[in-house]
C-alpha cells in the first residue's frame, strides 16, 4: 500500500494507543491529525471541516469496562446541538454495541482526547464523521479477534452484536475479553460499513443526555463546585473603548464575607465567602475607568457603512464591476442594515478554578477547550501539561465560549487565596462585556436583461470582526486568507447561472468586541441578498421560486439548492398574494454545504409581525439523527426570527444597553410559529452541517412576506412593519 | 438568623443572610443545583421553583419569605423513580437542547397544570413566558399539551 493511500485510510497502527488498566479494562485511543496549518487551508478549500485534533499522547476515546459499558471521551463539547447524541449513534454503530451502553462524556486536558480548535461552526458531526467510524470499526476488529484467541475459535467465525462476541456456541462480552488481554494486535483500519447497515445512524435516537436536562442534573459549569470552594467576581466595565486608571478597594475590603481582593495588572476582582458576599463586596470597588471617547449608535452606524473600512474582493465571476459602473439607468440599488447583536446565553460565563503548587484545575463551560489551557497556563506560567481543563456541558454555547479570558481570571484569583474559586458573570456584565455580533451593512446592485435576467449582481459586505482578531485565528492566517470569513459568510452570490457576479468584503474595526454569533454572517447576509432576490424578481416581473432557479446552473451545489428550493415551495404551497391577512414569503441559501430553504407565513396586526408557520426544507446530505437534525432547525428558525423581530443592542454614552432579558427582547413562547414544518432531503452521502444551515434564510423569509403585507420593503434588522 | 423551611418534603435551615435570594441558599448551601441562575433580577425564569406550589423566581424572592413554607425545586418534583407528567411529556417530545434553562420551564409549566389542567396555546403563551436561549418553544408547546394529557389521565 502506498505511504498516500495508507494516510487516507486513517489510523497507523504505530500510533494506536491500547492500554490496560487495572478496574479499566482497556483505553483506546489515537492521534488523528495533519498540521494544523495545513489542515485550516485544508477547509478553506474545500468548506469540508477536518477534524482538528491534539497531537498530544495518549489520547483516551473509549474505555471499555469490566461491565461491558464503554466510556467515550468526546473530543466536541456538547451545548445542545446533540452532539454527544449523534457521535454515540456513529460509535455504537460500528463497535456494534448498544447505544445504551456508551456513556459520552466531554474528554478533559487529562485525557488527552481534546480538540485542538474548537466545538463550532456546524463540523462537528462532519469532521468526525471518518475518524470515529475507523477507530470504532478498529476497536471492534481488535475485540473480536481477541475473543477468537480466548475461546479458541477462528476470528472470522466469530461476530459482535450488542457488546458481544458469539460464534460457535460459545459467547464472551467486550467487558470479559478486556479483562483477559495484556498484549493487543493492532490491525489494518478494517473496511466500514454499508450506512445501509446502521441501526442507530439515520433513526430518530433520543439524547443521550435526555434524562439528565428533564431531572436538573449538575452537569453545567455553574453547577460546579470543589472542597472548600470560595466565590469570586470580577469589576468589569460597564463602558466600551475603557482602560482601568485608578482602583480604591478600601470600602470593599471591610465588607462581609470579604477573603481578598485581588489586584492584578489588567483586573481586580474579589473572592469571598458567598456569591451574594462577593457581588455586594464588588459594588463597593471604586474603579475610575477612562473612555478613549463617549461612542453611541449614531457613531456604529455611521462607522459600520461600506466604504469606510478596508475592502477585499471575495468573489468574482465575469465582469460585474464594469457593468455596474456603466451609468445610474437601469442599474437597482438596495441596501439592508443589522444591529449590534448580543448572544444571551442562558448560562453565565464562568469557572471553577483551583491552583496548587504545580498544577491548575479548571473545570467550566467552554467551546475552546485547547485555547483556555494555553491561556490558563501561559498566564500562571505553567506548562500546558500542568493544567487540567475539565469541560462541562455547556448552557448555550453560540459562540460566546469561544472566548474564555474568565478562566486565567479565576485562576488567578484561586492562587492569590489557595483555595478553590468560582466567578461568574453577573447579567449586566454578560450584556456589557459580550463578544458580540458585528453590525453589518449590505449594499446589493444589479442590472436585468431586457428578457428579465440578472445581468450583473455585486454584494458589498460591510461588517464588524468576526473572526479577525479571535484567538482562534492566528494573525499569519489572516493574511493568507485575506477577508474575514466570518463576516461574509453567507455573503456570497449562490446563484452561478447569473454570468456577472462579484462580492466584496469590507472590514470595519469596531472599539467593542465582535465576534462568532451562531451563523455568524450567514443571517445578515442572507436577509440582504435574498430580499434582494425577491425585489429583483419583482422588477423583472417574474415569479420569485422560478426567478431564483432561473439562475442556478447544473454543479452539484447548485442542483442540490434547486431541489430545496423547489421542494419547499410545493410544501408550503408557496403563493405570491396575501390571503386571509397572511401573506408568505420565500428566501434560500448555502452555508457549510448545506442548502436550505424556508417559507414564512406571517401577518401583521396593529405594527406587530408575527409569524404563524414555518416550512423549512434543508439538504444536509446523510442524515445521522433526524430528530436532532429537525430539532436544530427548529431551534435555529426561532433564534434567527428573535435576531431579526427583536433583538438589538444599543450604544448610549461610550456604554452598551440594554442589560437585562425583556430590556434585550428575546422571543418568548408567544412568539414562536405554532407550526414549523421540517423536510429533511439526503442528495449527499456524507453529514454536512445543521446547527446553523437553517438560520440563514429566516429573516429574508419573514421580510419577503412583510413586503408584500405592507407594499413596503423591510431594510433593518430588527423589522419594524408600518 | 436561621431560616427554617420544608425543602422537597423535608425540613432544612440555612444560616445565610435572610435577605439574600433563596436561589443561592438552594444552590450553594443546601447544594441543589436544579434551580438555575440566569439573570438574577427576574426576568429569564431560569430560577423558577414552587413556594407552595405556586411558581417563583427564587433569585429574587428574599430567604426569609420562604420561613416555614412548603418548596419544591426540579429535584423533588418527581416522586421515587416514576417521573412527574411534565417531565414524562419533555422526554417523549426530546425537548431540551442545551437543558439550562428547562428546569424553569418544566416547574413553571408545572405549577401552571394544577390551576390550569387543560390549557389552551392562549393559556401557555401567557403563563409560560421563560426565556430559552435555544429556543425549544416549539416541542415545550407540544410536551405541555402532553403533560396536560398524561396528567389527566394519571390523576
Redesign the interface.
Given at each position: 500500500m502506498s505511504e498516500a493511500k495508507k494516510e487516507k485510510q486513517g489510523f497507523s497502527r504505530r500510533k494506536f494507543l491500547v492500554r490496560a488498566g487495572i478496574g479499566v479494562g482497556l483505553l483506546v485511543g489515537t492521534t488523528y491529525c495533519l498540521p494544523i496549518r495545513r489542515k485550516i487551508a485544508e477547509t478553506i478549500n474545500t468548506a469540508e471541516s477536518p477534524y482538528l485534533g491534539s497531537t498530544d499522547e495518549p489520547q483516551i476515546w473509549f474505555e471499555v469496562k469490566p461491565d461491558n459499558s464503554i466510556l467515550f471521551h468526546c473530543p466536541k463539547v456538547e451545548m445542545g446541538q446533540g452532539t454527544f447524541t449523534g457521535l454515540a449513534q456513529i460509535a455504537a454503530d460500528e463497535l456494534e454495541v448498544g447505544i445504551e451502553q456508551i456513556q459520552v462524556v466531554h474528554a478533559a486536558t487529562s485525557t488527552g482526547n481534546i480538540d485542538q480548535f474548537s466545538t463550532g461552526g456546524s463540523t462537528s458531526i462532519n469532521s468526525l464523521w471518518m475518524p470515529l467510524r475507523e477507530l470504532a470499526a478498529t476497536m471492534r476488529v481488535m475485540l473480536i479477534n481477541a475473543a477468537a484467541a480466548q475461546l479458541g475459535l477462528e476470528a472470522s467465525s466469530l461476530s459482535a452484536l450488542n457488546g458481544v462476541v458469539s460464534g460457535g456456541g460459545k459467547s464472551i462480552t467486550f467487558g470479559e475479553i478486556v479483562q483477559a488481554v495484556s498484549e493487543w494486535e493492532v490491525p489494518d483500519t478494517p473496511p466500514l460499513k454499508d450506512v445501509k447497515e446502521y441501526k442507530y445512524v439515520g433513526k430518530p435516537t433520543p439524547r443521550v443526555d435526555l434524562r439528565d436536562k428533564v431531572l436538573g442534573a449538575p452537569i453545567f459549569g455553574m453547577d460546579a463546585s470543589l472542597p472548600d470552594m470560595l466565590y469570586g467576581s470580577v469589576v468589569r466595565p460597564s463602558g466600551i473603548d475603557t482602560k482601568m486608571v485608578s482602583v480604591d478597594v478600601s470600602e470593599a475590603e471591610g465588607m462581609p464575607g470579604v477573603v481578598k481582593i485581588v489586584q492584578e495588572d489588567d483586573f481586580v476582582g474579589v473572592v469571598a465567602n458567598s456569591y451574594v458576599e462577593a457581588e455586594a463586596a464588588k459594588q463597593k470597588i471604586k474603579v475610575v475607568w477612562e473612555a478613549a471617547k463617549k461612542w453611541d449608535t449614531f457613531n456604529i452606524e455611521e462607522a459600520i457603512l461600506v466604504g469606510k473600512g478596508n475592502s477585499t474582493e471575495i468573489q468574482k465571476e465575469g465582469n460585474a464591476k464594469k457593468l455596474l459602473a456603466e451609468g445610474e439607468e437601469g442599474l437597482i440599488v438596495s441596501e439592508y442594515f443589522s444591529p449590534i447583536g448580543a448572544h444571551a446565553q442562558m448560562e453565565p460565563n464562568g469557572a471553577v478554578a483551583y491552583v496548587e503548587e504545580d498544577k491548575a484545575t479548571i473545570i467550566m463551560s467552554t467551546q475552546v477547550v485547547a485555547i483556555t489551557r494555553k491561556e490558563v497556563a501561559n498566564r500562571l506560567g505553567f506548562k500546558n501539561e500542568q493544567v487540567i481543563i475539565q469541560p462541562t456541558f455547556l448552557g448555550g454555547g453560540f459562540g460566546r465560549r469561544l472566548h474564555t479570558p474568565n478562566a486565567m481570571q479565576a485562576a488567578l484569583m484561586s492562587r492569590a487565596v489557595g483555595k478553590p474559586v468560582k466567578s461568574f458573570f453577573n447579567r449586566k456584565e454578560e450584556f456589557q462585556n459580550d463578544t458580540f455580533r458585528p453590525p453589518t451593512h449590505n449594499v446589493l446592485k444589479a442590472r436585468l436583461t431586457t428578457d428579465g435576467r440578472i445581468e450583473a449582481i455585486s454584494h458589498d459586505i460591510s461588517s464588524g470582526d468576526v473572526m479577525f482578531g479571535s484567538p482562534l485565528l492566528p494573525g499569519i492566517l489572516q493574511k493568507l486568507i485575506g477577508a474575514d470569513l466570518g463576516a461574509w459568510r453567507g455573503g456570497m452570490i449562490q446563484y452561478h447561472g447569473i454570468p456577472n457576479y462579484r462580492a466584496v468584503s469590507w472590514r470595519v474595526k469596531l472599539p467593542f468586541a465582535t465576534s462568532w454569533w451562531r451563523s455568524l454572517g450567514l443571517l445578515a447576509n442572507t436577509f440582504a441578498i435574498e430580499s434582494f432576490m425577491d425585489e429583483l424578481a419583482e422588477k423583472a416581473g417574474k415569479d420569485p421560486i422560478s426567478f431564483r432557479l432561473d439562475h442556478l446552473t447544473e454543479t452539484k451545489a447548485d442542483v442540490r439548492l434547486a431541489k430545496v428550493i423547489q421542494r419547499a415551495a410545493e410544501a408550503a404551497s408557496y403563493r405570491n398574494t396575501p390571503a386571509d391577512g397572511r401573506a408568505m414569503g420565500f428566501a434560500c441559501s448555502t452555508d457549510v454545504n448545506t442548502p436550505c430553504a424556508h417559507v414564512a407565513e406571517v401577518s401583521i396586526t396593529d405594527g406587530k409581525i408575527k409569524v404563524h408557520k414555518v416550512t423549512c426544507v434543508m439538504d444536509p446530505g446523510l442524515v445521522v439523527n433526524p430528530d436532532q437534525v429537525r430539532a436544530q432547525c427548529e431551534g435555529s428558525i426561532i433564534m434567527g426570527l428573535s435576531a431579526v423581530l427583536y433583538e438589538k443592542m444599543e450604544v448610549e454614552d461610550g456604554a452598551l444597553y440594554p442589560v437585562l432579558y425583556g430590556a434585550y427582547q428575546i422571543a418568548l413562547m408567544k412568539d414562536a410559529p405554532k407550526e414549523i414544518d421540517v423536510i429533511l432531503l439526503e442528495n449527499d452521502d456524507v453529514p454536512g452541517g445543521v446547527g446553523e444551515p437553517p438560520m440563514g434564510p429566516i429573516g429574508a423569509a419573514i421580510a419577503n412576506a412583510v413586503y408584500r403585507l405592507t407594499g413596503e420593503r423591510v431594510r433593518r434588522m430588527p423589522f419594524s412593519a408600518k | 438568623m436561621p431560616t427554617t423551611f420544608t425543602l422537597n418534603g423535608k425540613s432544612v435551615t440555612v444560616q445565610?443572610?435572610e435577605n439574600?435570594?433563596l436561589l443561592?441558599a438552594i444552590r450553594?448551601e443546601l447544594?441543589l443545583?436544579?434551580?438555575?441562575?440566569?439573570?438574577?433580577?427576574a426576568?429569564?425564569g431560569?430560577c423558577t421553583l414552587h413556594v407552595n406550589g405556586k411558581a417563583v423566581r427564587s433569585c429574587s424572592y428574599a430567604l426569609k419569605f420562604a420561613a416555614g413554607k412548603e418548596i419544591t425545586?426540579?429535584?423533588g418534583l418527581?416522586s421515587g423513580d416514576e417521573?412527574h407528567p411534565v417531565?414524562q411529556a419533555?422526554?417523549e417530545e426530546?425537548?431540551?437542547?442545551?437543558?439550562?434553562?428547562?428546569?424553569g420551564f418544566?416547574m413553571a409549566t408545572a405549577a401552571m397544570l394544577e390551576t390550569i389542567p387543560n390549557p389552551t396555546?392562549e393559556d401557555?403563551?401567557?403563563n409560560?413566558?421563560?426565556?430559552?436561549?435555544?429556543?425549544?418553544?416549539?416541542?415545550?408547546?407540544k410536551a405541555i399539551h402532553r403533560a396536560a394529557e398524561i396528567k389527566s389521565q394519571t390523576t
Open positions: - | 445565610a443572610d439574600s435570594p443561592w450553594d447544594n443545583k436544579g434551580t438555575k441562575f440566569g439573570c438574577g433580577k426576568a429569564c431560569a425545586t426540579i429535584e418527581s417521573l417531565q419533555w422526554m426530546i425537548v431540551p437542547q442545551c437543558g439550562y434553562c428547562q428546569p418544566i396555546d401557555i403563551d401567557n409560560i413566558v421563560n426565556v430559552c436561549r435555544c429556543a425549544t418553544y416549539y416541542r415545550m408547546r
